[in-house]
């Protein structure tokens, strides 16, 4: 029998009715009470005069409701367009159009603007917006969204998505100028699922929070997926907060933690860490952007927990994981063996094969594959090559051990007089000072050598740091002198992406203009 979510729901609610699926901020939703929102709001949006495929844009905070709304518009047969609570109105905008969604849910309010204003906009656009359900508090049972639905009628079973269709596009985040739309299917996430249980020996007994955007790949697998295909309870906080995620650990007795590197920095730095009792923590599944070995292995040391990772994208799913059998020196300083099930190969810059070389940029073909992008055939074939193999946008080493690591970024590089600098190298090699909370390095323009390292830091609180005692810090660990910054940017607190890790593309708009102001 085909696996999809709403079908192990509908086991989970005749063997465990009452057992807790989500725990939120406000409430707890039972396995029970999260099929019978999710068929309400189903029926709610049939009865709007929705078709089977069309687009439903989700706009909610992080919290139980966005999990009520997937399920829902799954039963319905409508795919979810789900778009990050930190998204700005012009991203907004842009995915409403480019997913051509036809019905909203959103909060009467999303950050500067009314929701009505937002409605205004799309229609002087064009859009075809034609069904909008205002949510007041999240979908939670206090919402008066309920009390206009109705239980009538029964929603026909035909109208539930399969497997292999798409369910739901997200974002890139916006790496690369606007977002595009990244089309997932659940087997997808079913295939993520397995190596994620191998690795972390995860069952129905742990406890997961995930501290991480829903809408995101990482969101979706650490509290959309597994936690409902083990049948283990989920936390879901409304936001990130480093203080509020370390009580929470301590108070339900976390088992696992998700969190980006960003976010587990924060927790690790926070003032009062060691003031919390993390023994229940036995895994914090982390990476989405480079994970510094000296903080993973100084959370290790603090907490008990191991640190894993998978290396993968939004649009390929996971090429390789780290497991808890691993050494620490291989689990925080390689992102863990390729998965053979997703057929890992290595490419260079002219598309030849170069796996037996042990290094290139990874193509895979597997069952974690996405569709691709939604409806853009231009950037499809950049994704995928002509014989079926998709890319990431990473250069990667294999080392004798069979473990990748991975080397570069082909868009987060920094190219210096023909030389290319890694800009995560150039982060985890300036984290290593203590004064420094998070860093984030870019190309600054250059009219002698195209790009210099430019590296925006934010200090902890007090501290204070120039660019002759960063580069004499560097000197001093033996770091290669062409990762040293050659600008520093201080005191400037980091801007964080819908996707929760540093907005990078906003550091690049401000270090072009500083270079065109000097």
Same mark, same amino acid.
């Given at each position: ?20 699926? !989500? ?14 929102? &999710? ?12 078709? +089977?495929?069309?687009?439903?844009? *989700?706009?909610?905070?992080?919290? %139980? ?17 789900? %778009?990050?609570?930190? +998204? ?16 909203? =849910? ?6 500067? =603007? ?34 206009? %639905? ?16 798409? !369910? ?13 739309? *990244? &089309? ?33 790949? !990482? ?27 370390? +009580? ?34 036995? %895994? ?58 997703? /057929? ?37 074939? /950049?994704?995928?090559? @002509? ?93 290669? @002198? ?11 607190? =980091? ?6 890790? *540093? ?16």
């Amino acid at each position: 029998m085909e696996r999809t979510l709403a079908g192990l729901i509908e086991r989970h609610v005749r063997q465990r009715p009452e057992a807790i699926a !989500f725990r939120g901020e406000h409430e707890d939703l039972s396995w029970a009470s999260y099929e019978e929102r &999710a068929n309400r709001l189903a029926r709610h949006l049939l009865g709007r005069g929705l078709e +089977a495929g069309e687009r439903v844009a *989700v706009l909610l905070p992080d919290g %139980i409701g966005v999990h009520i709304a997937y399920l829902a518009c799954e039963k319905a047969g409508l795919i979810v367009v789900g %778009i990050g609570p930190r +998204a700005g109105v012009e991203e907004f905008l842009h995915l409403m159009e480019k997913s051509g969604a036809c019905a909203l =849910l959103a909060p009467p309010r999303h950050r500067e =603007l009314e929701l009505r204003e937002l409605c205004e906009t799309l229609a002087g656009r064009q859009h075809p917006l034609r069904v909008v359900v205002p949510v007041e508090q999240a979908l939670e049972s206090g919402d008066p969204i309920w009390e206009e %639905i109705t239980a009538d009628s029964s929603l026909p079973a035909m109208r539930a998505l399969r497997a292999d269709e798409t !369910f739901l596009l997200n974002s890139t985040s916006g790496t690369t100028g606007l977002p595009k739309c *990244v &089309a997932h299917h659940q087997a997808r996430w079913f295939a993520f699922h397995e190596p994620a249980v191998r690795n972390g020996d995860l069952s129905r007994a742990d406890i997961f929070c995930s501290a991480l955007p829903s809408p995101f790949g !990482f969101g979706l697998w650490t509290a959309h997926f597994t936690p409902t295909i083990l049948g283990a309870t989920c936390i879901v906080p409304e936001d990130f907060d480093a203080a509020k995620i370390l +009580a929470t650990i301590e108070r339900e007795r976390v088992t696992i933690l998700a969190a980006v590197s960003t976010q587990f920095i924060l927790m690790l730095e926070h003032p009062d860490f060691d003031s919390f009792d993390l023994s229940s923590l036995r %895994i914090l599944f982390t990476g989405g952007e480079a994970v510094p070995y000296t903080r993973a292995a100084s959370f290790e040391e603090r907490t008990g927990a191991k640190v894993l990772q998978f290396y993968g994208s939004n649009e390929a799913g996971a090429l390789s994981g780290t497991s808890i059998h691993d050494t620490q020196e291989k689990r925080l300083r390689t992102a863990g063996r390729p998965l053979e099930e997703m /057929q890992v190969r290595l490419f260079d810059a002219e598309g030849n094969d170069t796996t037996s070389d042990r290094k290139g940029q990874p193509g895979c073909k597997g069952p974690q594959c996405s569709h691709g992008y939604w409806r853009d055939p231009a950037a499809n074939a /950049q994704l995928f090559r @002509k014989d079926g193999w998709m890319l990431t946008g990473d250069i990667a080493s294999i080392d004798e051990d069979g473990y990748l690591s991975v080397v570069g970024r082909t868009a987060d590089l920094i190219i210096r007089g023909g030389k290319n600098i890694s800009g995560p190298a150039v982060e985890a090699a300036c984290l290593t000072l203590s004064s420094i909370r998070l860093a984030a390095a870019v190309a600054i323009p250059d009219p002698i050598f195209g790009e210099r390292v430019c590296l925006y830091v934010e200090l902890h609180q007090g501290a204070s740091l120039d660019l002759p005692e960063l580069t004499t810090h560097l000197a001093r660990q033996g770091t290669t @002198k062409e990762c040293w910054p050659e600008v520093l940017i201080t005191n400037h607190p =980091l801007p964080i992406s819908s996707g929760g890790k *540093v907005a990078k593309n906003e550091l690049r708009r401000d270090a072009a203009a500083r270079a065109g102001g000097t």
